[in-house]
């Protein structure tokens, strides 16, 4: 039996959790864990044997006669299964045999160079996909660039050394007018005793860079106990900036080493809050208030903060970083609130708990196959935006498992939510949640804890809808490897990913979107997509130039030829 221990853990752009929510952070380290990639080569194969074969070889990129690259670790990934990576060989060449048909995607690492996916161009863009049949698909290259790295010292304002501070690389995705840091998938990095760091492996693009704050006092990793932080300083990104609106953007070529990247941290004064905690009478009650901090990425916490109020007690005020707090109450009642804290600030909130908001309406079933028994069917809240930083049960009281009769009844909701279903229900997808002419799934609800949702319809389908079809060049022969976006037809929102797909064709040029809702759609291709940006309205209108209307109905298969054109 696996035991785990668990020690407080950073999260993204990350502070440590506290004791209470400890439990949070010892389920996300032995989940994490339990996906780490074994050794080399000790998977057992789990995907269906076939007749099919992917061969090909793995070439830098860095110059024009495609050196090999050797020893090179190459995977592939089917929804059939797992296989097991091979590595190239002297000749940069692998193979794959024993294929079941379907349609495969290759990754390619080396030390040095940038975990590539075949076809892509950076960690946002769609790779192409490898149809399988019968026979083998040989002659695929993967072409690997060189990693650039970032390197440079942190300092405080008097330019001495900051030690241990941790370091990230991020790039923007903007989705509408909205725009979010992606951190990279690399380990973080930590200034050594000079306050120098280097982060490497990155491909080509633009990139932002930040250091975490710090609290004085708080622990330097790998120094001395003895030794704390003798100032507090808020995130600050590259050069000196406290938000990434006044970020400065550094632009690498690939196989660059971009030096002197220096960070300038300055001091910042804590804010105070004032808490308080009552009934809906006014009158003070005992419990917790959490304060979340939340970070750059949907659900990320870089700040926590649990807070325990009492009639006895019924005023406290905490010192918190400057930054984005959300404030829920986590007793028999339910509260929340947003808050926006500067350096020095002096602010005071009151949390009045109410019952929760309640959530009621029955799940049907739109398909062929045999429906599942309701009792398997637990359906929960989630929040998104800010609230997807609070874990279970801060929204709700928790999830609803379905009555005989199809009925369901999710109490105790506030913040902005949407529903869910706690587990996977094997060959149904949930395909809908109506309440009066909205879906939920794609207008979600914001709740201040006294609603009556009623009348709400959960349709699960055993099939979506799929967008297929072949890009071409124009001739009108396939295009292998084209991009192709969908997007709704009308101006309305594009921030909801199930409306909104990016893929790219295959090596005939063939393509595949599958799980569409109902609904009207533009379908474009394209070599001129930028994954980061594609969502921005510029870069749709840019699309809407040379994409085709497509309607979506039901379960239906809609096929289109589309050209892969230039955009204006």
């Known amino acids: 039996m696996r035991s785990w221990t668990c020690a407080r853990r950073s999260l993204p752009y990350g502070r440590a959790f506290p004791v209470f929510t400890a439990v949070f952070a010892c389920w996300g380290a032995a989940n994490a864990a339990a996906q780490v990639a074994p050794p080399r080569d000790s998977r057992a194969n789990t995907a269906v044997a076939g007749t099919g074969a992917i061969r090909g070889r793995v070439v830098s990129m860095a110059v024009e006669d495609s050196v090999p690259l050797r020893n090179a670790r190459v995977s592939v990934s089917s929804p059939a299964g797992t296989i097991d990576p091979v590595f190239t060989d002297g000749s940069g060449r692998f193979e794959f045999t024993r294929l079941a048909a379907g349609r495969y995607t290759l990754t390619a690492e080396k030390t040095g160079f940038v975990r590539t996916r075949y076809g892509s161009r950076n960690d946002l863009d769609p790779p192409m996909p490898i149809a399988v049949g019968d026979a083998t698909t040989g002659d695929v290259e993967i072409r690997m660039p060189k990693g650039a790295a970032i390197a440079g010292r942190v300092v405080d304002e008097l330019g001495d050394a900051v030690v241990g501070a941790t370091v990230s690389v991020g790039f923007l995705r903007t989705t509408g007018a909205e725009a979010r840091l992606v951190g990279v998938s690399r380990p973080e990095s930590k200034t050594d005793d000079r306050g120098e760091y280097r982060v490497g492996g990155l491909a080509a693009g633009?990139?932002?860079?930040?250091?975490?704050?710090?609290?004085?006092?708080?622990?330097?990793?790998?120094?001395?106990?003895?030794?704390?932080?003798?100032?507090?300083?808020?995130?600050?990104?590259?050069?000196?900036?406290?938000s990434l609106a006044a970020a400065t953007a550094i632009v690498l070529s690939a196989g660059e080493d971009r030096t002197g990247i220096d960070l300038v941290i300055a001091p910042s004064r804590p804010a105070m809050l004032t808490l308080?905690?009552?009934?809906?009478?006014?009158?003070?009650?005992?419990g917790l208030i959490n304060l979340l901090q939340t970070g750059d990425t949907p659900g990320s916490i870089i700040g926590n903060r649990g807070v325990p109020l009492s009639p006895a007690n019924p005023r406290m005020t905490p010192s918190l970083e400057p930054g984005e707090w959300v404030a829920v109450a986590l007793t028999k009642g339910r509260a929340i609130a947003h808050l926006a804290l500067s350096s020095g600030d002096d602010a005071s909130l009151t949390l009045a708990l109410r019952s929760g908001a309640r959530i009621a309406g029955r799940v049907m079933f739109d398909g062929s196959s045999t429906p599942p028994?309701?009792?398997?069917?637990?359906?929960?809240?989630?929040?998104?935006?800010?609230?997807?930083?609070?874990?279970?049960?801060?929204?709700?009281?928790?999830?609803?498992?379905?009555?005989?009769?199809?009925?369901?009844?999710?109490?105790?909701?506030?913040?902005?939510?949407?529903?869910?279903?706690?587990?996977?229900?094997?060959?149904?997808?949930?395909?809908?949640?109506?309440?009066?002419?909205?879906?939920?799934?794609?207008?979600?609800?914001?709740?201040?804890?006294?609603?009556?949702?009623?009348?709400?319809q959960v349709v699960f389908a055993d099939r979506l809808a799929e967008l297929s079809g072949?890009?071409?060049?124009?001739?009108?022969?396939?295009?292998?490897?084209?991009?192709?976006?969908?997007?709704?037809?009308?101006?309305?929102?594009?921030?909801?990913?199930?409306?909104?797909?990016?893929?790219?064709?295959?090596?005939?040029?063939?393509?595949?979107?599958?799980?569409?809702?109902?609904?009207?759609?533009?379908?474009?291709?394209?070599?001129?997509?930028?994954?980061?940006?594609?969502?921005?309205?510029?870069?749709?209108?840019?699309?809407?130039?040379?994409?085709?209307?497509?309607?979506?109905?039901?379960?239906?298969?809609?096929?289109?030829?589309?050209?892969?054109?230039?955009?204006?």
């Open 276 to 286: 308080s905690l009552t009934d809906e009478s006014g009158a003070p009650v005992t």
């Open 470 to 568: 072949i890009a071409t060049d124009p001739e009108g022969r396939p295009s292998p490897g084209c991009a192709v976006t969908v997007f709704p037809g009308d101006d309305g929102t594009v921030s909801g990913s199930r409306r909104t797909r990016l893929v790219r064709a295959d090596q005939n040029g063939r393509f595949s979107v599958a799980d569409l809702p109902s609904g009207s759609y533009l379908a474009a291709a394209t070599r001129e997509v930028d994954a980061a940006v594609w969502l921005t309205m510029d870069a749709l209108n840019r699309l809407k130039t040379v994409a085709a209307p497509v309607t979506i109905t039901g379960r239906e298969t809609v096929t289109a030829m589309l050209r892969c054109a230039s955009l204006p």
């Open 206 to 242: 633009t990139y932002y860079v930040s250091v975490e704050g710090s609290s004085e006092g708080s622990h330097i990793p790998g120094a001395p106990s003895e030794w704390g932080r003798t100032i507090s300083w808020g995130r600050t990104f590259y050069f000196a900036s406290p």
């Open 373 to 456: 028994a309701p009792a398997r069917i637990r359906l929960g809240v989630r929040g998104i935006g800010p609230d997807a930083a609070v874990p279970a049960p801060g929204l709700s009281n928790g999830p609803a498992t379905v009555k005989a009769d199809g009925t369901f009844e999710i109490t105790g909701v506030v913040g902005a939510v949407e529903l869910q279903t706690v587990s996977p229900l094997p060959g149904w997808t949930l395909a809908a949640v109506r309440y009066g002419d909205r879906d939920l799934l794609d207008a979600p609800l914001t709740l201040s804890g006294v609603e009556e949702i009623t009348g709400v």
